[in-house]
Each structure stands twice: as structure tokens, then as C-alpha cells.
């Protein structure tokens, strides 16, 4: 069974950065993979934060675009999502996903791609 694990969520002041990582199990390889990270904020609202394709190529949600970024260590295998100037709407569960195909839709993702259990972020005013 291929896992997903994510790390390095926490509780921070706004203006705090984290820096949040996403592992794999052995035998999977990210940059042959897109891979993105999802927040859910709330029950009914999951939102992709940022993405990295297999070819290099990013995308951001406005929201974060100029505070959060997306990167992939091909050598320790690892993706992370670097995150600077925090702000309490930042707050939630982030995700990663990986697939040969990846989607805007976290529960889609969920279904056909790997799909981990989430870390916590909580940005406080």
C-alpha cells in the first residue's frame, strides 16, 4: 500500500511561517507525479493551494500567491509547501495529493489518487 504522509503543521501567530512536508512510501516517486497541497477549512470548503506538475510547472491560488511556495526535493523525495506572511484565513487541514492526473476537487482526489491524512495549520491574530 503506497501512503502519503504530511508533517510540520502547527500553531502560529499571523505574519508566522511553517514549512510543511509530504512523504511517500518507497517505490513512489514525485517527479513522475503532479502533485498538489489542498486546505479544508471548513466541512464543505476544500480549496487547492498550489500545485507542481511532473514537467516543473506551479500554479497557486490567489490567495497565497507570493506568500506560499511549492517545491519538490527529488533526491530525499520529499514535497513540501513553504508558507510565509500567514494569515488566519490560511487555518485548516492541508493535504497533499499525488496522481497522474490531480484535481481542483479534494474529494476526487481522494477517490483516485493518494490522498493523505492531513496536517493542521492554525494561524491566530
Known amino acids: 500500500e503506497v501512503q502519503l504522509t504530511e508533517s510540520g503543521g502547527g500553531s502560529v501567530q499571523a505574519g508566522g511561517s511553517l514549512r510543511l512536508s509530504c512523504s511517500v512510501s518507497?517505490?513512489?516517486?514525485?517527479?513522475?507525479?503532479?502533485t498538489g497541497w489542498y486546505r479544508q477549512a471548513s466541512a464543505d470548503r476544500c480549496d487547492q493551494i498550489a500545485r507542481l506538475n511532473r514537467d516543473d510547472t506551479t500554479e497557486y491560488d490567489d490567495s497565497v500567491k507570493g506568500r506560499f511556495t511549492i517545491s519538490r526535493d527529488r533526491a530525499k523525495n520529499l514535497v513540501y509547501l513553504q508558507m510565509d506572511n500567514l494569515k488566519p484565513d490560511d487555518s485548516g487541514v492541508y493535504h497533499c495529493?499525488?496522481?497522474?492526473?490531480?484535481?481542483?476537487?479534494?474529494?476526487?482526489?481522494?477517490?483516485?489518487?493518494?490522498w493523505g491524512q492531513g496536517t493542521r495549520v492554525t494561524v491566530s491574530s
Open positions: 518507497p517505490g513512489f516517486y514525485f517527479h513522475t507525479h503532479n
Open positions: 495529493a499525488a496522481g497522474g492526473q490531480i484535481y481542483y476537487n479534494c474529494d476526487l482526489n481522494a477517490q483516485y489518487n493518494l
